[in-house]
């Protein structure tokens, strides 16, 4: 351990390894919340946007306030009825899904993961990731992953490397779905390529990928790789963003300290709300607004602050400068467009 990376610190571990374990319960716990995660984000790679099943058409719109009370259990139940109905008369798309929800929970968990190995080589105590499964026809069909840290950062070293090893590890992966998602791809006929009021917008990552192999995502049709990709670089930007308790508010922290994380939040909070306004006024969608309303709840809480100080050194300095490359490349000011 004298060589590794993690290795360089001055503090003794406040947990062994057989503290930090895991125990039957807590991977039957958390093995149920992916399993649930896996079917909702495979029901999501079917149905509109990402999939051909289109439910929205096929259930009327309520006309009055008083039927919207009952409007969302009717549209709930029908749409699950109508997506079970187009498996059992085409079963191959399922193949959609599957291959969707694969790609998208092979990028969270490497994410998270990444957090959590690194907290155990720390000795930081920690959740296995917790799979937030959302079962109601969502475009994602997951809120994500979160772990849960359970006991104080030792030191910066400690709280940057944990904060970045997710983002890193994550993107790590998204790279090669984002490649399989550009060589699969179909260019769409002209005419199709304008159909349809929803656009969503590409991350630099698929541009600078796409004009490397000859590939213009704007005018392909989306295919579960390039969905779980797009969805994957949303994910990873959202934990960048530089505030908060987020990965991205870690790195600064440990980077610049306590002054510069506080203002730096602050801006990141305005410039999401301009891009929230932008969004409303030149597209029709508050893409942004998640992470505005986010950003908003985050710098409520301060910081909490590790137990020694131990300044970053050059290598992490480095990693702190390629994980803002990770942000730039994965953050899409306007990520849903309607036209």
Request: neutral net charge; contains cysteine; proline residues 9%.
């Amino acid at each position: 351990m004298a060589d590794s990376f993690y290795s360089d610190y001055d503090f003794e571990p406040f947990y062994t390894p057989e503290e930090l374990r895991p125990s039957i319960k807590d991977w039957f716990r958390h093995g149920f919340l992916f399993l649930l995660t896996f079917f909702s984000a495979t029901i999501a790679g079917m149905v509109f946007p990402f999939g051909e099943i289109n439910v929205l058409e096929r259930i009327p719109v309520p006309t009055n306030y008083f039927d919207c009370i009952f409007f969302a259990p009717y549209f709930f139940s029908q749409g699950f009825a109508i997506v079970f109905r187009e498996i059992a008369l085409n079963p191959a798309i399922i193949i959609n899904g599957l291959l969707f929800s694969s790609c998208l929970l092979a990028i969270l968990t490497a994410h998270e993961f990444g957090h959590y190995i690194a907290c155990r080589i720390y000795g930081v105590k920690s959740t296995l990731p917790y799979f937030l499964p959302l079962p109601f026809l969502s475009p994602a069909g997951t809120l994500g992953a979160v772990i849960k840290i359970q006991s104080p950062m030792p030191t910066q070293r400690a709280t940057f490397d944990i904060g970045v090893a997710g983002p890193l590890a994550g993107f790590a992966v998204l790279i090669p779905v984002a490649i399989m998602g550009l060589a699969t791809m179909q260019i769409a006929p002209p005419l199709a390529a304008t159909e349809g009021s929803i656009i969503f917008a590409d991350p630099l990552l698929t541009r600078l990928l796409g004009a490397l192999m000859g590939v213009d995502p704007t005018q392909g049709v989306i295919n579960p790789f390039y969905a779980a990709a797009w969805v994957g670089s949303l994910v990873t930007a959202l934990n960048l963003l530089p505030a908060g308790q987020l990965d991205g508010g870690h790195a600064v922290f440990s980077v610049f300290g306590e002054r510069v994380h506080f203002g730096v939040g602050r801006v990141a909070f305005v410039g999401m709300l301009i891009l929230t306004a932008l969004g409303w006024q030149l597209y029709g969608s508050p893409g942004t607004l998640v992470f505005t309303i986010l950003l908003g709840i985050l710098l409520r809480f301060p910081h909490p602050q590790p137990l020694f100080d131990h300044p970053l050194d050059r290598k992490r300095k480095a990693i702190a400068l390629l994980t803002l490359i990770v942000f730039i490349l994965s953050f899409m000011p306007f990520p849903v467009q309607i036209h």
